[in-house]
């Protein structure tokens, strides 16, 4: 059974309409975080949240904010997503901080047009 | 600073043959590394981990390797197997950073039958 669940698995936007992508968790996870993917990189943290506090990354741009209304499920907000803005994203959940294993969803492949 | 490397190397190697995956982290005080398999258009997938108190631990046909003093980390899958081929990514947290999971530089592994 999933236990991280994006949706949705693909998404195409248009050039500077707001976007919302989903993320929820069946693991009870204190810790959430998203990453951006892009084609032949490593995932780029942009933010996570430990319960419900937020941690920015101090280059993640201002265009991409996050919600958590509970414990289970997680939002990525592109206020204005530009054509850079293309990837894959990634949600994770861990456990807690520090020394121990994060569990990733299978992403949300984001088409900008 | 924390480096994060963008370039993706490629290993091929041949069916049965055992690989070596390697990666530099830069973060002196990062405590806890896990290595991920990610297969096209697929989330991370953890592999094995090992925390800064260990240099070596051993999974199911695959071992990791921690050497503190030059911050390297490599992964040894034995007998390489078609469905291994993927990219590879070593990750570090440390409790000292708010327990952020940062990716390092990802590997392609191809296995030629």
């Known amino acids: 059974d999933a236990m991280v669940i994006q949706n949705p698995r693909y998404q195409v936007t248009q050039f500077g309409k707001p976007v919302t992508l989903s993320c929820s968790q069946t693991l009870n996870h204190n810790v959430m975080y998203w990453y951006q993917q892009k084609s032949s990189q490593a995932p780029k943290l942009l933010f996570h949240y430990y319960d419900k506090d937020f941690n920015n990354e101090a280059d993640t741009p201002d265009n991409f904010q996050s919600r958590r209304p509970n414990t289970s499920f997680c939002f990525l907000d592109i206020r204005s997503p530009g054509l850079g803005d293309a990837a894959m994203y990634l949600c994770?959940?861990?456990?807690?901080?520090?020394?121990?294993?994060?569990?990733f969803g299978q992403g949300t492949r984001l088409t900008v047009v | 600073g924390e480096s994060v490397g963008l370039h993706l190397p490629t290993l091929s190697v041949q069916e049965g043959d055992n690989s070596i995956i390697n990666c530099a982290y830069s973060?002196?005080?990062?405590?806890?590394f896990i290595w991920y398999k990610q297969e096209s258009g697929k989330g991370p997938q953890f592999i094995i981990d090992i925390r800064s108190n260990m240099d070596k631990r051993q999974g199911q046909r695959v071992t990791v390797l921690l050497n503190k003093t030059v911050k390297h980390l490599s992964l040894q899958i034995a007998a390489t197997q078609p469905g291994d081929s993927a990219v590879y990514f070593c990750?570090?947290?440390?409790?000292?950073?708010?327990?952020?999971?940062?990716f390092g530089q990802g590997t392609e592994l191809s296995v030629k039958p």
């Open positions: 973060n002196s005080a990062s405590d806890y």
């Open positions: 994770a959940t861990s456990r807690d901080n520090g020394n121990t294993e994060a569990f």
């Open positions: 990750a570090e947290n440390s409790n000292n950073q708010g327990g952020k999971l940062i």
